[in-house]
């Protein structure tokens, strides 16, 4: 079993900048990739960014490169998102995920992976 923890969440004005975090614990061992998701009111849950748990390869969305910079700390089996000229369609609830296929990584459909993390609220206002 993978646990994940998220935090750094909150309310911010359009052009501002946050970082979540998300600490994975338990078997971290079987982990290859750490994603970000997101889901905002009415919508589905959409990909945002992803990281090989080595830290050498990521892959993004088209609407976040540029402004979204996904980053891992190995010593603390931590992932990073610094979310910068954020936007007001940037609002949802973001989560983080493990996927622990060996030979695929970087994928970006929910449904591929294995563990989640409980959620995180960013508002982005006008």
């Known amino acids: 079993q993978v646990q994940l923890d998220e935090s750094g969440g909150g309310l911010v004005q359009a052009g501002g900048s946050l970082r979540l975090s998300c600490t994975a614990s338990?078997?971290?061992?079987?982990?290859?990739?750490m994603g970000w998701f997101r889901q905002a009111p009415g919508k589905e849950r959409e990909f945002v960014c992803a990281?090989?748990?080595?830290?050498?390869?990521?892959s993004y969305t088209d609407s976040v490169k540029g402004r979204f910079t996904i980053s891992r700390d190995n010593a603390k089996n931590t992932v990073y998102l610094q979310m910068n000229s954020l936007k007001p369609e940037d609002t949802a609830v973001y989560s983080c995920?493990?996927?622990?296929?060996?030979?695929?990584?970087?994928?970006?459909?929910?449904?591929?992976?294995?563990?989640w993390g409980q959620g995180t609220q960013v508002t982005v206002s006008s």
């Open positions: 338990g078997r971290t061992y079987n982990i290859y990739t």
């Open positions: 995920a493990a996927d622990t296929n060996r030979l695929l990584r970087l994928r970006r459909g929910a449904n591929l992976y294995d563990y």
């Open positions: 990281i090989t748990w080595s830290g050498e390869s990521t």
